[in-house]
């Protein structure tokens, strides 16, 4: 079950990258204009409708194939290197970026992600305290 809980880690990274990936993606695509509202609620509605589809899939490879709950994982890997390639085929190359160079603030990022950990783990774990959530 550990390799389970790290596939499901990887896809959750994947997905933390490419959604915000994806709308620079349509932003740069697009310029303001009606084709660029479309392009947005048609990615905006794809997220329900994958949703909703990518399980119920995903629970009928579980049910059918021999390989039991490996199986959607096989179809994402398939899926995925399609969507690569037509990506390297579709997209333009990017220009160089003429923005003046600046720094990352590396305390602040720390700091940030320590605290959103911190806020997920208190709210995953906050019931099994020795009061519940009235230890102090």
Same mark, same amino acid.
């Given at each position: 079950?550990?390799?389970?809980?790290?596939?499901?880690?990887?896809?959750?990274?994947?997905?933390?990258?490419?959604?915000?990936?994806? !709308?620079?993606?349509? &932003?740069? &695509?697009?310029?303001?204009?009606?084709?660029?509202?479309?392009?947005?609620?048609?990615?905006?509605? $794809?997220?329900?409708?994958?949703?909703?589809? $990518?399980?119920?899939?995903?629970?009928?490879?579980?049910?059918?194939?021999?390989?039991?709950?490996?199986?959607?994982?096989? !179809?994402?890997? $398939?899926?995925?290197? !399609?969507?690569?390639?037509?990506?390297?085929?579709?997209?333009?190359?990017?220009?160089?970026?003429?923005?003046?160079?600046?720094?990352?603030?590396?305390?602040?990022?720390?700091?940030?992600?320590?605290?959103?950990?911190?806020?997920?783990?208190?709210?995953?774990?906050?019931?099994?305290?020795?009061?519940?959530?009235?230890?102090?």
């Amino acid at each position: 079950s550990l390799t389970l809980d790290i596939l499901r880690g990887f896809q959750g990274i994947g997905a933390a990258a490419t959604i915000p990936a994806s !709308l620079g993606i349509l &932003a740069h &695509a697009f310029p303001p204009s009606r084709a660029r509202s479309i392009a947005f609620s048609t990615f905006a509605a $794809g997220a329900p409708v994958g949703a909703a589809f $990518g399980m119920a899939l995903g629970g009928v490879l579980t049910e059918v194939t021999q390989k039991s709950w490996r199986s959607p994982f096989f !179809l994402e890997t $398939g899926l995925t290197v !399609l969507c690569l390639i037509g990506g390297i085929i579709s997209f333009d190359p990017d220009l160089p970026s003429q923005e003046k160079d600046r720094r990352v603030d590396w305390p602040g990022a720390f700091m940030i992600t320590a605290g959103l950990v911190l806020i997920v783990f208190v709210l995953g774990q906050g019931e099994i305290a020795p009061h519940g959530w009235k230890t102090p």
